[in-house]
């Protein structure tokens, strides 16, 4: 264990090889089990509180081998950028086991990198109920978790209870929460803990704090008091590094003057020499800029300074030339990337199959793809996501849904982003049942479904002319716990409107009352109702002839809960002239087969035609 400033867990050495097999048996058995009670941290829900153990170690009150082993994993995964996996161990871990205060450190980590702030106070309130007595390592982690979530002054509450527990105040959480005050847009406090920290015995400053504090200045755009705290350093007995430089550097290039952020480091002093760091903060400003000479020119002086380019810096030169389709250039950074021995990663080729793909050409898109694969390079969910998103720009969305096949050969979990991009392509051809099947097989997946997803499949079945399709998917986004905002409405609105019912579009404007803006919501009603009263129903449709007088008894007779009465009758005058010697049938069973159950669905009717 080591503390160390944002990131204050370090398990013990572990031999990689062993730890990742042991990695994919734990998650395999994990998640191979079902549970009837799920160990989910949500809320005030208890992670182990009231359990009874079966470890007779535990019960003793010790730690077990199997404790100290899941808990050095649980740290291997997180090293790894495998948070989740490390929370799923936690998980399995407590069926028989009592976790220690390392399992509960190293846990918080795991949910402080997944961002789950609100389980901070759940798992406290858990490690006193197991009468655990925290450290100073878990205080700092706990410090740092309600900084990260821009609560810094729950984390003054128990930066309070630390001192009064008698754990020692360490300049790390000095420095935590000096960062915490910079993420709640409170700077000028930042400043008076490290005023404070003179007058600590064991929590002088150091060089990191005086960074992390400049980068708060920076970041609120205060580059005169950021500058204030270099030039206040010496005082200290610390000088500026490279660090301290880079980020003032980064602050002028965010800030579109690359140009003077070259400038700090054509006149750093003499024992401070620019790095890898610095050279991409250079490049990627001058990128960002659209200034690509001097991007190019900056990479060949920093050379000539001995400044070695990385891969980052390539893949933004490949990037920003690819996005101003610039593919002389691009060869040329190719040439020099490889003259200068750094060997292409994923990003490398991620950035030109998406320029190719972009295009449609999906067949050059390929070969980046297979001569990646030839370098033994691994491809990942975003490079199927990009295919995918290729394919579909190329109208082959049966092409884009295979990739699904190809990703699990190779053992790759799809994402939000690759379902997402496969059903566009389904919508985008108007084959709404092939969308809904790829819809299903990502809920199959466990793959939550986001706004952009839904708004897709509503986007779909409005071009279809289906507009009591799209409201189903509203209301399913609600049951799914995704919350429709003025766009997704709008969306249903404006499929209503496109099929001549006006009324209908109104009524869906306002009976979502829980919209972010009024004033949005305002501005899409009239949008929606402008010109209505020169615009009718049967002007724009056409007047009914004899047949369509038949069906349209036949709608009245229609009866529809939940503000629909009324609806089918309007769509059967608004149905177009190849669909009116049609007779409709609602059928809500056929209707619920083919979304898929997820509860009770509202105007869940389905329009059957039959010659």
Known sequence: MEEHGVKLIKTATQDIGEANVQQKELVRDWHSKEFSTKLEIRGNAAFTSGRKHGCPICLSGESCRTVRSRTKLMGTLIEKRHPQEAESIFYGLVEEHKPSLVTYTTLLTALTDQKKFDSITTLISDVEKNELKPDSIFFNAVINAFCEAGKVDEALKIFQQMKRSGCRLTTSTFNTLIKGYGISHRPEESQKLLDMMFYETEASPNRKTYNILIKVWCDHQNLSEAWNVVYKMPASGIEPDVVTYNTL??????????????????????????????????????????????????????????????????????????????????????????????????????????????????????????????????????????????????????????????????????????????????????????????????????????????????????????PWKAEEMLQMMREVGVKPKINSVSLVAEAWKAVGLQNEASRILTSFDDLSSSQELRFSIDSLSKNSEVVHQKQSLGTLNERDEGTETYG??????????????????????????????????????QLGIYGPLVNSCRLVFFN
Request: proline share 4%.
């Open 249 to 466: 550097a980064r602050a002028y290039a965010k800030n579109g003057e690359t140009n003077r952020a070259e400038e700090i480091f054509l006149e750093l002093p003499n024992q401070i020499r620019p790095n890898e760091r610095s050279l991409a903060i250079i490049v990627g400003g001058y990128c960002k800029e659209g200034n690509m000479k001097d991007a190019l020119r900056c990479l060949h002086q920093m050379k000539g300074l001995g400044v070695q380019p990385n891969v980052i810096v390539f893949n933004t030169l490949i990037k920003s030339l690819l996005d101003a389709d610039n593919m002389e250039d691009v060869h040329e950074v190719l040439t020099l990337m490889e003259a200068a021995g750094v060997k292409p990663d994923v990003v490398t080729y991620s950035h030109q199959m998406n320029a190719w793909g972009a295009k449609g050409i999906m067949t050059k898109c390929m070969d980046i793809f297979h001569e990646m694969l030839q370098l033994g390079i691994a491809p990942d969910a975003q490079v199927y996501s990009i295919l995918a998103k290729g394919y579909v720009r190329a109208r082959e969305p049966d092409k884009a849904e295979a990739l699904l096949t190809k990703m699990e050969e190779f053992g790759i979990q799809p994402n939000v982003i690759t379902f997402t991009t496969i059903i566009s392509g389904w919508c985008s051809a108007a084959r709404m049942d092939n969308a809904m099947r790829v819809f299903a097989k990502m809920r199959e997946h466990g793959v939550s479904p986001n706004i952009k997803t839904f708004e897709t499949l509503i986007w779909g079945y409005g071009e279809l002319k289906q």
């Open 556 to 593: 009245r007779k229609i009866s529809i809960k939940d503000g629909m009465r009324g609806t089918m009758r309007s769509v059967c005058q608004a149905l177009p002239h190849r669909a009116r010697f049609k007779v409709p049938v609602i059928c809500r069973k056929q209707c619920q087969i």
